[in-house]
């Protein structure tokens, strides 16, 4: 009997190994452990053979160790990863030992967390013994805890680690490890109070649900739309649509895009569903991430709240799955398998019968082309909650700006007024710039260089001020004091150019002294807590302005903020990406919906040198029809999705020379296998955009057509004979960049 393995190794197949004799065969889902070359490691099964000889031509090796007699995985998630690697073209072990949880990929059973609980013994019980005072007091608190109490409790009452060794050789107490499932959520919930049932939904949102759980109720796949402007009441809905779908028997996933928003949107349910939701996401501890997946195994849970590898969690019976903000690119992995959790989404919600719903107030192309053609069923809110108007935008043209104050002008007069007025009326604001550090670069007055990064092909960042400025590679890492002196040329001429978010957060800080001011980036959130600490005390209203990345943008529901600043709008827009417009779109109509939540109206103040671009002018007006129309047009006239399927390549070598000789022969073999071009065309090799990366050099080209399967094979063989290449090429199936 034979069983085929998945294992961690990158770009590796499925392997078969023998079921030794008179042992039974392992179940679909169970880990196993295996020797592969030297060493032994945990995979996972995914199919049994019940034939008595091995595959022809095979040296097939014995499971070392089986560690479940029950799968481990359900067999439908383990069918969903197995898709998820064919259809990101990854290897299957890679694909399938990544839905496991911390602590559960060794080559030994899980060590679940535990406490040592004291109790009092028979003998402990008798009220006549001759014990010290101490040990009196001790046995007299065990005896009214009659189901024993931690050590650690204990020893908060004053009860020592070593009073409790004496009574346990007295044979006075005894003791057991009980397994202890370790608490994510903490205060979560504290702040927030009962769950709020009264509230009444507008006709808009009534009329929504109303055609969501008639979907639902049809217990079949259905993939569904929600289109709402910000502050449309979208999370209400969702929360109402769980609700039903687990008052039917069923269980409910939904996804998030960001660390950042797991934890508000899980108190929510957790207020609506107490103790049956489970949150999962990398912000956890390894073991509370152990824990709550557990949790979700063992079906003790009904509500699964969180990010892109949530979608692999262990829950049964799933009628719904929610995609909030399904236009995020925090969706798509970075690394492989390069999956969209989104897209991975719809696929279980199709395996399950259940219905998918993906929110945003900005779609991406793709899913509104769905919607737009009858695939998806589309479902609108127009307005916001209790008649809310859409915030006020203001467009600033910087270069009048430049003009008028010159060209160093971070904060427009409009903005710097816009943040005083609301200071001063105890208001908030929140000023978004995409971009970390304080200055971008430093080039040489004489030379005209620039302080470059030794492993990739882009300027370091300067991060902080005065002595304590270092320049750093947000690619690498790379980092190094900002010299004196050109490395070049040695003139003491250097200047600093461009900005980032430390410098707007300096800029708020001088033109507003008063005000307190926070910045929220990767730089500033990098310790575990600091993130939510942070947006919880924005919340409280103890700080007045936050300056940020695109994490200030994401969902967040600020009722104090009355006013949104946007600076260098346009920053995305000179990207040599396809989607570039796209993003710009997405990112200002989102982070504009930030205003005029609560009882005030907002405003949002855009400051950008293209005031004219499409993508500037339809965000401001949140006009996402007439968005959606003009980058179709340029989406089919260029051949882009979601007019096509696209394939991104990258091969990467020590020298470009081998890189390119890599990726020409490569595209030299793909266009032989289909020479009349009758399922696609290959664009390239050129150049990449980031030309090296992490010291190595990068050539890329393209795959376009319209027969994705036949794209993903033909790439997959012509790697297959070439395993060399392969182990050096990234493949991006239906890229959300091309950078």
Request: positive net charge; aromatic residues 6%; hydrophobic residues 40%.
């Amino acid at each position: 009997m034979f069983v085929r393995i998945a294992v961690p190794v990158p770009a590796l197949d499925l392997l078969t190994y023998g079921v030794p004799e008179g042992q039974p065969a392992p179940p679909v889902g169970a880990r196993v452990v295996v020797p592969l070359g030297s060493r032994a490691v945990t995979g996972i099964v995914v199919d049994v053979s019940r034939d008595s000889s091995a595959p022809a031509g095979t040296d097939v090796k014995p499971l070392r160790q089986v560690l479940d007699t029950e799968p481990f995985i359900p067999s439908d998630v383990v069918e969903l990863a197995r898709w998820t690697a064919e259809y990101y073209a990854a290897g299957a072990g890679e694909a399938i030992t990544a839905v496991l949880p911390p602590k559960t990929r060794g080559t030994r059973a899980d060590a679940h967390k535990t406490a040592r609980v004291v109790s009092v013994s028979a003998a402990g019980l008798d009220p006549e013994l001759k014990v010290t005072a101490r040990q009196r007091e001790a046995l007299d608190i065990l005896r009214g805890a009659p189901d024993g109490i931690a050590s650690g409790e204990l020893a908060r009452r004053g009860i020592s680690a070593d009073l409790v060794t004496r009574l346990l050789k007295a044979g006075l107490v005894q003791t057991r490890n009980d397994r202890v499932e370790r608490d994510p959520f903490g205060s979560a919930t504290s702040d927030l109070g009962p769950a709020d049932s009264s509230r009444t939904l507008t006709l808009e949102q009534d009329q929504a649900l109303t055609r969501l759980l008639a979907l639902a109720d049809t217990r079949v796949f259905r993939p569904a739309l929600l289109h709402g402007v910000t502050g449309s009441g979208k999370t209400e809905l969702y929360l109402r649509l769980s609700a039903a779908v687990r008052a039917s028997g069923r269980r409910v996933l939904m996804l998030v895009p960001e660390i950042a928003l797991t934890p508000q949107v899980a108190a929510l349910f957790r207020q609506t569903f107490h103790e049956r939701v489970a949150i999962q996401h990398s912000g956890l501890s390894d073991g509370e991430r152990h824990d709550q997946w557990q949790r979700i195994r063992r079906g003790e849970v009904d509500v699964v709240v969180g990010t892109r590898s949530a979608v692999f969690t262990p829950l049964r019976d799933v009628g719904l799955i929610i995609v909030d903000e399904e236009h995020d690119g925090s969706y798509k992995q970075d690394e492989s398998p390069r999956y969209n959790g989104r897209d991975v989404a719809v696929v279980r919600a199709q395996r399950a019968g259940a219905l998918v719903v993906l929110g945003s107030a900005t779609p991406s192309m793709e899913t509104y082309a769905h919607a737009v053609s009858g695939k998806y069923d589309r479902i609108v809110l127009e307005k916001r909650v209790l008649e809310r108007p859409l915030p006020a935008v203001t467009v600033v043209d910087m270069r009048e700006e430049y003009a008028a104050e010159g060209p160093d002008v971070i904060l427009s007069r409009a903005l710097r007024d816009g943040i005083a007025a609301r200071v001063d009326r105890g208001e908030q604001a929140m000023v978004l710039l995409n971009r970390r550090g304080y200055a971008t670069a430093v080039f040489c007055r004489q030379c005209a260089g620039t302080i470059d990064c030794p492993n990739c092909s882009v300027s370091l960042v300067v991060h902080g001020e005065g002595v304590s400025r270092r320049a750093r590679c947000h690619y690498c890492n790379y980092s190094a004091r900002v010299p004196a002196a050109c490395p070049t040329c040695k003139a003491p001429y250097l200047e600093q150019m461009g900005f980032g978010t430390e410098r707007v957060e300096a800029q708020v800080v001088k033109q507003c002294p008063g005000a307190r001011v926070a910045r929220l980036d990767r730089d500033s959130t990098r310790r575990k807590g600091s993130l939510t600490a942070l947006l919880a005390r924005f919340r409280a209203k103890e700080i007045d302005v936050l300056v940020g990345t695109q994490m200030i943008a994401k969902g967040h529901d600020f009722p104090g903020v009355t006013l949104v600043g946007v600076i260098s709008a346009d920053v995305g827009l000179g990207m040599a990406d396809f989607r570039a417009s796209e993003r710009t779109f997405q990112l200002l109509t989102q982070v504009a919906g930030r205003a005029g939540r609560g009882e005030t109206a907002g405003e949002a103040i855009v400051q950008t040198i293209y005031p004219t671009h499409y993508s500037i002018q339809l965000a401001c007006r949140q006009d996402y029809p007439s968005f959606f129309s003009h980058e179709m047009h340029f989406r089919s006239a260029m051949r882009y999705p979601p007019t096509v399927s696209l394939i991104n390549v990258v091969v990467r070598a020590k020298s470009y020379a081998n890189a390119m000789d890599d990726a020409a022969g490569i595209v030299r073999v793909l266009r032989e296998l289909d020479p009349k071009l009758a399922s696609y065309r290959v664009l390239g090799p050129a150049p990449a955009p980031l030309g090296k990366l992490r010291g190595e050099y990068r050539v890329q080209f393209l795959m376009k057509g319209s027969q994705r399967r036949r794209m993903r094979e033909a790439l997959v063989q012509t790697l297959g004979a070439r395993p060399d290449i392969a182990r050096r090429t990234v493949v991006d199936v239906d890229p959300l960049s091309v950078l």
